[in-house]
């Protein structure tokens, strides 16, 4: 029976967004060109079909091997038809979110029932403002940054529910999943993150950090209340909750972590765990230098916590 390891995560992460049953997907397609036959006549010279497969052959050779200098083990979907640029959607009737095959990380997410200050659609994550990344060695020793690695794309139903599972593979039967589940009406986010077949591949001899980052948008018409109002907030052990300054540049390192939000006036984002993050540097910074300027961003919030693999 193979053997399964999973992060130490409790296998499951939840992302909240708050503040905002029609459930639909898209999926990039891979595009097949049909091959078209040729007829042949008495002028038409005809290519041996070894020939062929010899040049396909080389050519699929040429790009295991550029993909396997760049992403090492882990060059598998790469080398494949994955599409780099694609992405999948996940929908309900008040949260949309669009998950890249790039790093199989969440790069839009709209609250469907809310708009800024503009009168445009509101969303907590959009044009690179958040980035999530969980960083290891491999055994050869080579640093692996998911947020630069590609992913495969599955999508699934169970009843109502939406599910997208991105893996970054070493071979079929070997990769990191990045589990993502949407719930009709729902602003949770379930969210799981596990291992398969990778004990012989990820080292164990170094930390695993899961890395977030973001920067918070502008959305309210007065930033400089908005700003007052932003904050990371935390749980850690027993209970104990703390936030970070809200006017200046503030870092703090924590044990036992429960939850992490990054806190808007009406608006959060919050990434949960079943299991307490043993360790996690918090940073904040305000990005608002002069109020009455066209400022679009308020505040920058960083989080590393370390995680083991069980």
């Excluded at 694609?86 to 979110?97: A, D, Q």
């Excluded at 999508?155 to 999943?177: H, P």
């Excluded at 077949?197 to 980052?213: P, V």
């Excluded at 809200?246 to 703090?252: F, Q």
Aim: aromatic share 10%; hydrophobic share 35%.
């Amino acid at each position: 029976m193979e053997e399964k390891k999973k992060l130490d995560i409790s296998q499951v992460i939840g992302f909240a967004l708050i503040g905002a049953v029609l459930v639909w997907y898209t999926m990039t397609q891979k595009n097949n060109e049909p091959l078209v036959e040729t007829p042949q006549t008495e002028n038409t010279t005809s290519i041996p079909t070894e020939s062929i497969t010899s040049k396909s052959s080389l050519v699929d050779s040429l790009r295991q091997a550029a993909a396997t200098q760049k992403y090492g083990d882990f060059a598998y979907s790469a080398a494949s038809d994955t599409d780099e640029k694609g992405t999948t959607t996940l929908e309900n009737n008040v949260l949309k979110l669009t998950i890249a095959n790039r790093g199989g990380q969440i790069i839009e997410a709209q609250l469907k029932e809310y708009e800024n200050y503009q009168k445009k659609p509101l969303f907590l994550i959009q044009d690179s403002n958040a980035d999530f990344n969980i960083q290891f060695n491999t055994q050869d020793n080579k640093s692996i940054h998911t947020k630069d690695m590609i992913f495969e794309p599955y999508f699934s139903k169970e009843g109502e529910n939406q599910i997208a599972s991105l893996k970054l593979k070493v071979s079929e039967t070997q990769y990191l999943e990045y589990r993502y589940e949407i719930k009709p009406n729902n602003y949770m986010l379930d969210f799981s993150v596990r291992s398969v077949g990778l004990e012989n591949i990820i080292s164990r001899n170094n930390e695993i950090d899961l890395e977030w980052e973001m920067t918070t948008k502008r959305q309210e018409k007065s930033i400089k209340y908005e700003n007052q109002m932003t904050a990371l907030h935390y749980e850690k052990e027993e209970g104990k909750y703390d936030d970070l300054s809200v006017g200046a540049e503030d870092s703090e390192t924590e044990e036992n972590v429960d939850w992490i939000a990054y806190k808007q006036h009406f608006f959060s984002t919050i990434l949960l765990t079943n299991t307490p993050f043993e360790k996690a540097s918090l940073m904040s910074e305000s990005l608002v230098v002069d109020a009455l300027t066209d400022t679009i961003d308020t505040k920058k919030f960083n989080t590393t916590a370390q995680l083991n693999l069980t």
